[in-house]
């Protein structure tokens, strides 16, 4: 696959406070394995609520830039690619990024793709240079989220879209139920936490994400969705999208193991922009009259 024609970013130094550099440890020590443990486990929601996104993204857009801040892997670095995209995939860890140039090799993609090393929060780019920006699985490993929300906003252009997706501190009381069960499944099966590599991850304040959001002026959908990753294996595809639905359910709006923000930033001027129109569909975002992000209707 080609590289981009014009350079439109020049790699700068990463931070190296303690966070970051432990993070960047962390990321080493798990490379080789982090998509066969930590991708495949989320898959289903790239397949289900991500990537039917991305799609409505390219047929609204066209060929455009795009920003994946934190890219890790290149898993939705080279989606957007794979769409027509010219990419741009920033982190922190080598490690990770060394995997995702294995997969650029090898991939097979209308648009481009480059991985640099990079803080996303202190990023050489342009005032609004990207008509989409993704920010998937950053946030829980930042120690604020300010800095990286601000750049995203800087470097997103008026009128541009932009997707998070993070695990949040709001569980249910059934997701709280089954983080409990998990746990005792894993104390059973793997390693002692001495053994095993350490992160400064921690689930994100939905809350606060919303907080700070609109305090940034931007327009967004935000909700939630309860993980049942304790029946994962036991169910197909598709009765597993089925089940997460009906127990997210009840709590869509306010709480949820993960939470998606599907979002955009207003024109000057521009108030009350649905960031998703009507033409969106989704396997899990059916849009009807009311209909949001993995559910049927509000």
Known sequence: ??????????????????????DIEFHRETASYY?????????????????????????????????????GTGVVSLALAQRGFD????????????IAEHKLTNANSRGTCRFVVGDVRNLP???????????????????????????????????GFFYISEPCCEATPLGRALRK?????????????????????APISAQDLRAMLEGLGLEFDMRFVTQLSPVRAALSERLYVLAVTLVSWPWRNRRGDL??????????????????????????YRRGRLSRPGFRGD
Request: proline letters at 7%.
């Open 1 to 22: 696959m080609g590289r981009p024609a014009d350079v439109w970013y020049t790699p700068v130094a990463i931070a190296n406070d303690d966070f970051s550099l432990q």
């Open 125 to 159: 780019v342009a005032n609004g240079h990207f008509a989409c920006v993704t920010c998937q699985g950053l946030l829980h490993h930042l120690g604020q989220l300010q800095p990286c929300l601000q750049e995203l906003v800087r470097v997103l252009r008026p009128g």
């Open 35 to 71: 998509d066969a443990e930590v991708t495949a486990k989320y898959g289903v929601y790239h397949r289900l609520l991500l990537e039917p996104y991305l799609d409505w993204l390219a047929e609204q857009l066209g060929p455009a830039r795009a920003l994946d801040m934190g890219c």
């Open 181 to 201: 069960l998990w746990r005792l499944r894993l104390v059973r099966h793997q390693t002692t936490e001495a053994e095993k590599p350490q992160s400064v991850e």
């Open 259 to 284: 939470v998606f923000v599907f979002g955009r930033k207003p024109e000057t001027g521009e108030l009350g922009v649905d960031p998703l129109p009507h033409d969106y569909r989704s396997p899990l």
């Open 87 to 98: 990419v741009l995939g920033v982190d922190h860890s080598q490690d990770m990024l060394a």
